[in-house]
């Protein structure tokens, strides 16, 4: 092949550089994000948008040859811009640009630290398609040769990264594609949202996959929207809100802070903001809220770190959580508000849960405790017209709107139908519509009185208020009693219901019961009967509901 140009890498120390992209990248999966990240800086170049282009990356995965490369169709370098990329590392040229997320210039070597090799081939329009190779152990004392690729692999304008010979531990064929397919859907949520790009992966043998992204606009539950302006000497630059209140708890999809649509962290992780939280007294725990899903975009008024985890020290950075500390405030009324709701919902799946499993422990030993039901009887339906002159909603023959339908969908016997009296009427009056509509009451099915084996278990909060409220008929859980709250080994304001809380709720409400019992049959028990009695109630009532509650997996609140 014709060599077109020459560099060499402006590396000192090859080891270092190694170990510092160890650290930063913990696996190769988040190192094989920076090649994405590239692609997506170059799809938004002002000259890529001006095409009207979709942009895609193509990621191809050859299990058996274990080689991963990644495809784009954006733009593409010229063989001294290709050279300047792999050369130039810790001065990126991309610092000053306003569309580039990348920073630092290494993150292109980021393979060193996971595989031996590296090809790049980048074809720009006017110029030849150039190709290098490289390996870790190049250091600045090589030439580095950029030679012109006559095979022409590249059907557009764009680049390809080709990274092979892993070391042992990285390549897995079973879970490679699926882990690399987890880490771009995780990372790049926020701009495959956005529709900047699209992500396919070709997995040799298989078929082909596209990456997606979290849709939680389509599901239930309040949001939080808003576009605050940012203050300061830069117009037009916004901080983006995008949150949302779900009905169904979600796994690791927690709020995050995005920087050009690119994730920057759990905004519950950043630590830079739980410690700007602490010096104010405030705490960080509704964004762990796994209700809580969305982003928050901040549209480069501040810059990463290093790492790529959280946001440099900066006079911006604290004007951007002095937003977001407002932000949480709101949050905080949305999510008091939605897991009230839910709150109240679970309680009383659990109640019901709960009486009907005591219920029927206590059914053989005839107890009566009374509860309300309907009664399953239909409502009745009042035909009654309101008072008005001309209301007859059923008229006969001698009444507008009886005697049958005429002609044009008018009254009776062909006549129109006045307006607020019964009848079809036409275009120019309706019956039944007016200042005097007829109309019935709506039925009602009344409550009626049954006797259940069982009391009847609520739970509700009474602060300073006994572990057990008896209404007589029905048992109240005091959740704000301190056993209580000791005992919920979730701390975050839900109540988790494991073993050791249902077994203290099996033990609290099992005397009430065994009170009943022996007053029924009118004697007064020893106190070694009334300890036996509520023990062996108490641990079949823990049996029967850790093998139904805990199956349902109640975390609530």
Request: aromatic share 8%.
């Amino acid at each position: 092949m014709k060599t077109i140009a020459k560099t060499r890498l402006q590396i000192r120390d090859q080891n270092e550089l190694i170990n510092q992209i160890s650290g930063t990248y913990k696996d190769f999966y988040r190192a094989a994000m920076e090649y994405i990240d590239n692609s997506i800086d170059a799809a938004s170049m002002p000259e890529f948008q001006s095409k009207r282009m979709v942009p895609r990356i193509e990621i191809h995965i050859d299990a058996d040859k274990k080689t991963v490369s990644f495809t784009d169709n954006c733009a593409g370098m010229a063989p001294d811009e290709l050279c300047e990329l792999l050369s130039s590392v810790g001065r990126s040229r991309k610092k000053a640009v306003a569309w580039a997320n990348g920073q630092f210039g290494f993150g292109v070597h980021a393979f060193r630290a996971f595989a031996k090799d590296a090809v790049f081939i980048s074809r720009k329009k006017g110029c030849k398609e150039a190709v290098i190779k490289i390996d870790r152990t190049v250091d600045e004392r090589k030439d580095v040769h950029c030679y012109e690729n006559s095979k022409n692999e590249l059907t557009d304008c764009g680049t390809r990264v080709t990274i092979s010979r892993f070391d042992p531990h990285v390549f897995k064929k079973s879970s490679f594609a699926i882990a690399l397919a987890g880490e771009i859907e995780h990372h790049f949520d926020d701009v495959l949202r956005a529709k900047r790009i699209r992500i396919f992966i070709n997995e040799k043998g298989k078929k082909h996959y596209e990456c997606k992204y979290f849709d939680y606009s389509k599901l239930v539950g309040p949001e939080l929207k808003r576009s605050v302006n940012f203050d300061n000497d830069e117009s037009g630059i916004s901080v983006e809100v995008d949150l949302k209140v779900l009905d169904k708890a979600q796994e690791n999809r927690l709020p995050v802070l995005t920087n050009k649509r690119r994730r920057i962290q759990s905004i519950s992780d950043l630590k830079s903001f739980k410690n700007y939280l602490r010096l104010h007294g405030d705490i960080s725990y509704v964004w762990t809220n796994p209700f809580v899903v969305g982003s928050i975009e901040i549209n480069n008024v501040c810059s990463p770190n290093l790492t790529r985890d959280d946001l440099k020290d900066s006079v911006n950075r604290e004007k951007l959580y002095e937003i977001l500390r407002e932000v949480q405030t709101d949050l905080k009324i949305l999510i008091d508000d939605a897991m009230n709701k839910k709150t109240q919902e679970s309680f009383k799946k659990i109640s019901k849960i709960m009486s009907d499993c005591l219920s029927q422990i206590l059914q053989k030993f005839k107890l009566e405790f009374e509860q309300l039901v309907p009664s399953g009887e239909p409502g009745t339906y009042n035909e009654k017209p309101n008072s008005q002159d001309g209301d007859v909603p059923f008229g006969g023959e001698d009444v507008p709107g009886g005697g049958g339908e005429g002609a044009n969908g008018t009254g009776s016997g062909g006549s129109i139908s006045d307006a607020g009296q019964s009848g079809p009427g036409d275009s120019n009056t309706s019956g039944g519509s007016g200042a005097g509509q007829a109309s019935s009451t709506s039925g009602s099915s009344n409550e009626k009185v049954i006797t259940s084996p069982g009391p009847k278990i609520e739970f509700q909060n009474h602060a300073g208020e006994d572990r057990v409220i008896d209404l007589g008929n029905s048992l109240i859980v005091n959740t704000q009693h301190p056993d209580f709250i000791s005992r919920n080994v979730n701390k975050t304001g839900r109540v988790k219901f494991d073993v050791r809380l249902l077994s203290y709720v099996s033990q609290i409400i099992s005397p009430y019961c065994v009170h009943r019992l022996f007053e029924k049959r009118g004697r007064v028990p020893s106190v070694s009967e009334v300890a036996d009695n509520v023990v062996n109630l108490s641990l079949k009532v823990e049996n029967v509901l850790v093998g139904t509650l805990l199956g349902e997996e109640m975390d609530i609140g």
